[in-house]
């Protein structure tokens, strides 16, 4: 099993900054991708960014531009700029293996005057 631990976020004003931070631990060697999703009060989880190994980052559309996922097997960040009232929402770690999901504990993003 991977176990996902995840620092980072709070309450910010539109268009300031925020970085999250995950640490994995346990099977990691078995890690083919880590992201970032995100769920906001009455919506569906949705993906944020994702990066696999050796693979290029992906990013939800409402994100691009503003938001930069970086790290490796072990640790992953999301450099999240710019950011907007909509982007308030709690926000998981998640590291995905051939047979199996892990998430992270979820963390508060919270953007407002």
């Known amino acids: 099993q991977v176990q996902l631990v995840q620092s980072g976020g709070g309450l910010v004003q539109p268009g300031g900054s925020l970085r999250l931070s995950c640490g994995a631990s346990?099977?990691?060697?078995?890690?083919?991708?880590m992201g970032w999703y995100r769920q906001a009060p009455g919506k569906q989880r949705e993906l944020v960014a994702a990066?696999?190994?050796?693979?290029s980052p992906n990013y939800a559309d409402s994100v691009k531009g503003r938001f930069t996922i970086s790290g490796d097997k072990y640790t992953v960040y999301l450099q999240m700029n710019s950011l907007k009232p909509e982007d308030t929402a709690v926000y998981y770690c998640?590291?995905?293996?051939?047979?199996?999901?892990?998430w992270g504990q979820g963390t508060q993003v919270t953007v407002s005057p």
């Open positions: 990066i696999t190994s050796g693979g």
């Open positions: 998640n590291a995905k293996t051939s047979v199996s999901d892990s």
């Open positions: 346990g099977m990691i060697f078995s890690i083919e991708a």
